[in-house]
Nanobody
């Protein structure tokens, strides 16, 4: 089992940036897809971005494409989410997850507890 701890959330104004980090421990994540999901107030958890084990392949939700960038450092067991030009609709708890890819939460086996991102208008 792997433990995932997210950090980097906070309160920002629309148009600003944040960089989220997710640190893994317990076992290596180098051979797995990593993803970010989010859950806004009163909403279901939704896919944000994913990255392949080698980092050669990435995929984004349409709502964040062009504004968010996912990356990873397998030597440090860490995955990142750079979020630029944030909008109030990006307000959510952001979770990282490890698994076998795809945009469905069901394909990810281990999850962090999340970090809150709040974007004011």
């Amino acid at each position: 089992q792997v433990q995932l701890i997210e950090s980097g959330g906070g309160l920002v104004q629309a148009g600003e940036s944040l960089r989220l980090s997710c640190a893994a421990s317990g076992r290596t994540i180098s051979g797995y897809f990593m993803a970010w999901f989010r859950q806004g107030p009163g909403k279901e958890r939704e896919f944000v971005a994913r990255i392949s084990s080698s980092a050669r392949s990435t995929d984004y939700a349409n709502s964040v494409k062009g504004r968010f960038t996912i990356s990873r450092d397998n030597t440090k067991g860490t995955v990142f989410l750079q979020m630029d030009n944030l909008k109030p609709d990006d307000t959510a708890v952001y979770f990282c997850a490890v698994g076998y890819g795809g945009s469905s939460a069901m394909t990810y086996s281990d999850w962090g507890r999340g970090t809150q991102v709040t974007v004011s208008s």
